[in-house]
């Protein structure tokens, strides 16, 4: 009896076992963030696209899941500017697919749909873009380009599937020939402004020494008409201020007076 109830209960585990397995490779989860669409050997990819969660399975379904998270890639790029200068531009991008679109990007595109789709038309709309600019316009007008690329490449992303939460360039530069230009250009201005300078501070110089010559002229004038009207009386007042300021020079006890003749003798302190 004991040999036929252990024998029936094993049979029972066995059979629970059996069971739990068949059960459990018909469930599958699809975490956080994710979503998964389902491949049926018979009828082919569905169009219903599965959530977060477990899930049950047929036996004959397969799910594929996807990231459905925003995803940054970096996109160099080497091209030309309108005036034909050649600029080096990396594009930051955040995408993620559209949920909706999962069965299309699979069927389509593939599970690697970022690596076939964004370098290309990445690669296309900048080209586009940049062309419509000369070099100073990429710089002095760089909100408006990242706008326009932004614009276009979100434009262009949707006919895949795809949805661009983010679009920015992040590196931008010329090539050495430019930036020479550029330096040189900026030198040239330079020695411009300094020869501005000197040719304003010769004609401030100038017009210094006309005014003083004008001075010196009307000085001349108001003389000569002072000794038309008083004679010499000018002249002797000009001598007693001339004498009076060297009899106050001369009044310093450091100066000695000395009588006119050879024969002095002088007695100086020892």
């Known amino acids: 009896v004991m040999a036929k109830l252990f024998e029936t209960i094993g049979k029972l585990g066995l059979a629970l076992a059996v069971g739990g397995g068949i059960v459990n490779s018909a469930l599958f989860n699809v975490d956080a963030g994710h979503q998964a669409v389902i491949f049926d050997r018979f009828r082919g990819v569905q169009d219903e696209v599965v959530g977060e969660g477990t899930h049950f399975l047929i036996p004959w379904q397969k799910p594929i899941i996807f990231d459905c998270r925003s995803r940054p890639r970096n996109v160099p790029v080497i091209t030309g500017s309108k005036d034909l200068q050649n600029v080096n ?13 999962l069965p299309r990007i699979y069927t389509s595109i593939g599970e690697d749909y970022d690596e076939r789709v964004l370098p290309s038309i990445t690669t296309e709309v900048l080209k586009a873009v ?18 326009q690329v932004s614009e276009d490449l979100t434009e262009r992303a949707s006919t895949f599937g795809l949805i661009l939460d983010d679009v920015s360039l992040t590196h931008l530069t010329f090539g050495k020939e430019f ?3 550029v330096e040189m250009k900026q030198v040239a201005q330079q020695e ?35 000794l038309m009207e008083a004679g010499d009386g000018l002249v002797e007042l000009r001598k007693l201020e001339a004498a009076e300021d060297i009899a106050f020079q001369c009044a310093s006890r450091n100066v000695t007076y000395l009588p006119s003749g050879q024969g002095t003798l002088l007695q100086l302190p020892q």
């Open 89 to 101: 531009i990396t594009l930051r991008i955040l995408f993620r697919p559209m949920n909706s679109q």
């Open 130 to 147: 940049v062309a419509r600019f000369d070099a100073g316009e990429l710089i002095t007008q760089r909100e408006h380009v990242s706008k």
């Open 179 to 181: 930036t020479e230009a």
């Open 192 to 226: 411009a402004e300094r020869a501005r300078f000197v040719v304003e501070k010769a004609e401030q110089q100038k017009q210094a020494a006309i005014i003083s010559a004008e001075g010196d002229s009307q000085a001349a004038l108001l003389i000569a008409n002072s």
